[in-house]
């Protein structure tokens, strides 16, 4: 379906155990969140003592600092990418909802949006703020989407021009303005560019006031340095507003970052918006970001901020969405990476460049010693769920940072990372993924299948008998009815790419059920899998007033069920909990600190886990089982080289696609991860 950190008590927690046994759920026993907003205090908390797991350290400095410290640093290429995104509503939409005053609205020309592209100077300002940690990307979907990241996407490297030299129609910023219309006014008539100069809009208008939002330095330095970097670029020609000219151009201006995501996707109440998305393995963000169906204007709430409405890109991000042939993803996805930014395309197909695209994120996070088991997953990072059912240190509790205030801890509404590192601790989904492979494994379903129905798909799942809900309640084909039914009858936004497509859930008993869609796609099975369990009927089947009452619920009020239902026999604090690993007791809006522990309840013992856990590792080239893929690997492989099963040289653990036979595409296997760890340190 898209990151921005001290402590006291205010409820009582429970007696945990301070001495392990063989049991159930996390090997942690509580798992705290602390809000401190400022790197320099994360760093100061981590080298204290204070916190014991940062993630998502965006600076060089601090990177290193910690690794000369002994800290464990972890460092994987992400599923992530960052844009600026501009509204590109045409100008009446613009005046009848947003800016009534205003006369022109230039980012609504294709033209003007390439001319911006030409005056980021990506490959100076990136560096330059963020060294190593990050990649810069010339399309929506990061090199860590590998089989889907197109290369070919046309490079707009940075060339403001001058508007008093360049040539109209030259490839500079200054150009492509002069070339499509705009004029530039000497006001300073100094002959060189200054604050009093501004520019005017092909009908004479000028430029208006238009500011791009960023988050508040205390909370990210670094993207509001960077959006402070690209308009002082846009000011070097005429483009950013300042008091001299009558504020005609772009301001970066900080914002709460919950507050003006709310404006941006509730509704589409902005100018241009820095924003950074945490994906997945398909990139299905095509379709929730450029689809016209999931226009928040029109649909509060939904992801194509923006405004791209366009039948061609309907088309194929609708492949990319609703397709089961990983290959007709793979170019549906090439094809609209390249459409978007393209230059020249006619006023009809207004929507390249209506997302500038900034950098793509490698994952680099900072443990503490002792904390163990730590693991590592290309694409997500090592903060990722089997690291938070792994992990452990001396005291039992893992103390994380998080970058900024939870705003909702409703998962019908809860926007950001830093609320989901809360309640997605709660959830669980009916899949799981191999952290190190990225496979498809059972989870709460122990199977299932796809079965292409027209343009649609039957997925028949089969559950586990054991799961509960932390109430103790059981978990049943008829909770998965409920939860995937509830989201499309109140219309979640939030989910609409999934539930839109829902006909029915079929429930045959509890451990068996039928999810009926009209549509058939990759991604979409993730989206069902993994909404599945994220409300518990028997809290939230209730008499909600509307849509927005859903939304607008906190469920952090004391354990209540719905009236008609009985209590679990181990009731929950609050009506915040799931089928998860982590219990949800509190969070302490005055001193900014959640506690979660852990549920041991859960359906997997430790034992289990680790079995698992090394089961999966096994497929990435560990034939000898030993946590770590090396030349003992290697040789193993190699001595059953050529064998076929049943062959006295034949040897299971060095056969990793179980294929029958020891070959080339084993020992491949063992080399590309070699060295590899099952866990860290």
């Not at 400095?61 to 290429?77: R, S, V, Y």
């Not at 960077?226 to 009558?246: C, I, S, Y």
């Not at 007709?328 to 197909?349: C, F, R």
Request: aromatic share 14%; with cysteine; hydrophobic share 40%.
């Amino acid at each position: 379906m898209l990151a921005i950190m001290l402590v006291s008590m205010i409820a009582i927690i429970p007696t945990i155990p301070t001495a392990h046994a063989e049991t159930y759920g996390p090997k942690m026993n509580k798992k705290t969140d602390k809000v401190i907003k400022s790197p320099d205090a994360a760093l100061i908390a981590m080298q204290t003592g204070v916190v014991d797991f940062s993630p998502d350290q965006i600076r060089t400095a601090d990177i290193e600092k910690q690794d000369a410290d002994g800290m464990t640093i972890t460092q994987d290429l992400g599923f992530h990418m960052g844009f600026i995104g501009y509204n590109i509503r045409d100008l009446a939409t613009i005046q009848s909802y947003w800016r009534p005053t205003v006369t022109a609205w230039p980012l609504h020309d294709a033209d003007f949006r390439h001319a911006l592209v030409h005056c980021y100077n990506q490959l100076a300002i990136v560096p330059a703020i963020y060294g190593y940690i990050v990649t810069p990307v010339r399309s929506l979907v990061p090199p860590a989407q590998s089989k889907y990241y197109n290369p070919n996407v046309p490079e707009h490297p940075y060339n403001p021009g001058s508007p008093f030299t360049s040539t109209p129609g030259e490839l500079s910023t200054c150009g492509i303005l002069l070339g499509a219309g705009y004029t530039f006014e000497d006001a300073g008539t100094i002959g060189v560019v200054d604050d009093a100069d501004y520019w005017k809009c092909p009908g004479g208008e000028p430029v208006p006031y238009m500011e791009i939002w960023t988050p508040l330095s205390e909370v990210a330095p670094t993207s509001y340095e960077h959006g402070q970097q690209f308009v002082a670029d846009l000011r070097k020609v005429g483009l950013a507003a300042t008091e001299a000219n009558g504020n005609h151009g772009f301001l970066a201006l900080g914002r709460d970052f919950n507050e003006y995501l709310s404006d941006v996707y509730d509704d589409a109440k902005f100018d241009a918006f820095m924003v950074f998305y945490s994906l997945g393995r398909i990139p299905s963000q095509l379709y929730t970001l450029l689809h016209s169906s999931q226009d928040c204007l029109t649909h509060p709430g939904r992801r194509n901020a923006v405004g791209v409405n366009d039948a061609t890109i309907d088309a194929d991000t609708a492949i990319v969405y609703f397709s089961l042939d990983l290959d007709d993803i793979e170019t549906a996805a090439k094809e609209v990476q390249e459409m978007l930014y393209t230059p020249g395309l006619t006023n009809e197909d207004n929507f390249a460049f209506a997302y500038m695209t900034l950098y793509s994120r490698s994952y680099f996070n900072a443990f503490r010693a002792p904390v163990t088991g730590i693991v590592k997953s290309p694409g997500y990072g090592s903060d990722n769920s089997w690291s938070w059912l792994n992990m452990d240190d001396d005291d039992h509790n893992i103390v994380y940072v998080n970058g900024d205030e939870p705003d909702s801890f409703n998962p019908c509404y809860a926007t950001t990372v830093y609320e989901w590192c809360i309640i997605g601790a709660a959830l669980d989904s009916l899949t799981a993924v191999n952290p190190y492979n990225h496979a498809d494994i059972p989870w709460m379903a122990s199977d299932w299948t796809v079965t292409p129905v027209g343009d649609g798909m039957d997925i028949d799942f089969t559950l586990r008998s054991d799961v509960e809900w932390q109430d103790g309640k059981p978990f049943t084909s008829a909770d998965v009815e409920f939860c995937l039914e509830f989201l499309r009858d109140y219309h979640v936004p939030r989910y609409a790419s999934c539930w839109e497509t829902l006909i029915d859930v079929e429930v045959t008993d509890a451990t068996h059920c039928t999810v009926h869609a009209d549509k058939a796609g990759v991604d979409l099975f993730y989206d069902y899998a993994g909404l599945a369990a994220y409300l518990p009927k028997h809290i939230w089947d209730r008499d909600w007033a509307n849509d927005q009452a859903v939304l607008d619920y906190d469920p952090r009020e004391a354990y209540n069920v719905a009236p008609g239902y009985t209590a679990g026999p181990h009731p929950p604090p609050t009506n915040v909990f799931g089928t998860g690993p982590f219990i949800f007791e509190y969070y302490d809006e005055v001193n900014m600190v959640d506690e979660m522990t852990a549920n041991r309840n859960y359906f997997l013992s430790w034992t289990e886990i680790a079995n698992i856990k090394t089961d999966m590792f096994w497929e990435v080239g560990d034939a000898n089982k030993d946590g770590i893929v090396n030349v003992l690997d290697l040789t193993k492989v190699s001595f059953a080289f050529g064998c076929f099963i049943g062959d006295p040289c034949y040897d299971a653990d060095a056969n990793f696609n179980m294929d029958a036979l020891v070959d080339m595409r084993d020992i491949s296997n063992c080399a590309y991860h070699l060295l590899w760890q099952k866990e860290y340190p």
